[in-house]
């Protein structure tokens, strides 16, 4: 008998590495002067490589636990013989679709490729809310312009920024997530708290 991916030990896992990823942040907060704001904002945007990171790992392995435990679409849409269950092993392969890794632009591509493999009834992102695919398409921008900085990765992160926050003028990233949200009357979170929130929901109803 093939082995099925637990999935609720994968959220369970990711959850804690999200959590541990904030506690660090508010943490350096509280030891780090206010006045150190450059240093801040710094640990405020490796805060956000770390959680997308996190988010990512979760991707891949949640659909390959889809995958898992649900084989019949594929099965059927393939015309594959002699197959009724799917080894972790194999759902892994293609997932990856043959890559060393999983590779997603967009929550809109991400669905895409697990309605392909699943179709859309055992697609774990597909009811995610538009709110949430918002964010964490901003959140894979924040990321791009941190990392690399190209001329690509800031047209995406202004627009990301523009389009989810209304931020018309952006900061750079750490500027930015270390910053308060204040769209909502009465939010003392600083932003890079609501990007967390938003990856820990979308594993939570994925």
């Known amino acids: 008998m093939a082995r099925n991916a637990d999935i609720n030990k994968l959220k ?3 959850l804690a590495e999200l959590v541990i990823c904030e506690q ?3 943490d350096a907060q509280q030891l780090i002067p206010a006045a150190e704001y450059m240093l801040l904002r710094w640990i405020a945007a490796m805060t956000a490589v770390e959680a997308h990171a996190a988010w990512e ?3 891949e392995r949640r659909l390959i636990a889809a ?3 649900h084989p019949q679409h594929l099965i059927d849409e393939n015309g594959i013989r002699g197959l009724k269950h799917m080894p972790v092993g194999l759902a892994g392969v293609l997932v990856r679709g043959g890559n060393r890794y999983f590779d997603f632009r967009s929550f809109g591509d991400l669905i895409g490729k697990g309605t392909r ?3 859309k009834t055992h697609n774990p992102f597909q009811h995610t809310s538009a709110a949430e695919r918002g964010y964490l398409d901003a959140l894979s921008a924040i990321r ?3 990392v690399h900085g190209s001329n690509a990765a800031s047209v ?3 627009k990301a920024l523009r ?3 209304g931020v018309k003028a952006a900061p750079s990233p750490g500027e930015f997530l270390n910053a308060l949200d204040l769209r909502r009357k009465h939010s003392r979170r600083k932003r890079i708290h609501g990007l967390l929130a938003m990856v820990q929901n979308a594993i939570l109803t994925s």
Request: net charge positive.
């Open 12 to 14: 369970a896992q990711s």
């Open 144 to 146: 791009n312009m941190i």
């Open 67 to 69: 995958l898992s435990h």
């Open 24 to 26: 660090r942040f508010v």
């Open 156 to 158: 995406a992160y202004k």
């Open 117 to 119: 493999l699943l179709g």
């Open 57 to 59: 790992r979760y991707a």
């Open 163 to 165: 389009d989810v926050y």
